[in-house]
């Protein structure tokens, strides 16, 4: 068995490997799950956003934004004043979660979501970063992660 360590020490380049280094903001729009549910909408609709931009959701709970593919998209969120449930801050509970419905999503990390969740597309805001230019997710969706059935979860908490 053999372990892998990173290179240390003076003369050693440790910024190569630098992933999003000078990397344009992401533009990410979002959208409330509580609007989903009052609106009688579905989390799997493939016209989810072009419902919520014609349905004149007030901007807390549906709009686009730029943010910063350095910083966690719930960091994001609260720099543009907007104010997503959070509770631990480090990937540990599920109270941030997401449903990423295009783009694509990392989490450096995750003791919260099963592996399927994480398939199925959930992803903790508190952990996450955006990794491609355009992402659009459904915010505030822990009552989809507490039940399990994406689409079908308990009232949401107020936003």
Known sequence: ????????????????????E????????????????EHGWDV???????KAARANLDEDRYGRIEID????????????DLSWG?????????VCAAVVKSG????DMNLALTD???????RLTCTAYPDS??????????PLVANDEPGRGREPAED
């Open 1 to 20: 068995m053999s372990i892998e360590l990173p290179a240390v020490g003076p003369g050693v380049d440790t910024d190569a490997d630098d992933e999003g």
């Open 22 to 37: 000078d990397l344009p903001p992401a533009e990410m729009e979002y959208l409330s799950y509580r609007s989903v549910v």
């Open 44 to 50: 799997d609709d493939d016209d989810l956003f072009d």
């Open 69 to 80: 593919r350095e910083e966690t998209i719930l960091r994001s969120a609260e720099a543009n």
């Open 86 to 94: 959070s509770q631990c801050r480090s990937g540990t509970c599920n």
């Open 104 to 107: 694509d999503v990392e989490m």
């Open 116 to 122: 399927e969740q994480v398939e199925e597309g959930v």
């Open 133 to 142: 230019d355009r992402v659009r997710i459904v915010f505030n969706a822990f």
